[in-house]
């Protein structure tokens, strides 16, 4: 079993700055572990798991509010495995809703020929390849 961390060190293992650590306890997406006898906190090495969950699921585009649902179904026995796929596909059917919205953008930018000097701008000059490039990593053609 491995030791219980300090708040630094379970960000570190984490790969999150202590600051996280604090927001997702005031977020209640993880618990505040006690002071014991002026101690510094100790955190239980399943929170850095806990942390680490929560960060993949922003990386996915999940909300914290859906990663609390996810959270609640996966400490639930009585949860069904069914339950978190359903919340996984609809958030995939979002992504795919948001990708395509982005084809539309980047198209309409590509077609619009009046544009064609404001696209010499520096901003448009790199957004346009920067949503192509989002887009063909989404796996969107």
Not at 38 to 55: H, L
Not at 60 to 66: D, K, N, P, Y
Not at 87 to 105: G, M, N, S, W, Y
Request: charged share 30%; with cysteine.
């Amino acid at each position: 079993m491995r030791a219980a961390l300090t708040i630094g060190k379970a960000a570190q293992e984490a790969g999150v700055n202590v600051e996280t650590i604090r927001f997702y306890e005031r977020q209640g997406l993880i618990e505040q572990p006690p002071k014991i006898g002026g101690a510094a906190r100790r955190y239980a090495p399943e929170t850095v798991e806990r942390v680490r969950f929560i960060r993949e699921g922003q990386h996915l585009g999940f909300t914290l509010r859906e990663i609390r649902e996810l959270l609640a179904l996966r400490t639930d026995p009585l949860a069904d495995c069914a339950e978190v796929r359903q919340q996984a596909v609809a958030k995939r059917d979002e992504v795919q809703k948001k990708i395509r919205r982005l084809h539309e953008i980047s198209s309409a930018l590509d077609a619009h020929q009046p544009w064609s000097t404001f696209r010499q701008t520096s901003l448009v000059r790199d957004l346009i390849p920067k949503l192509n490039l989002f887009c063909r990593r989404l796996g969107e053609p």
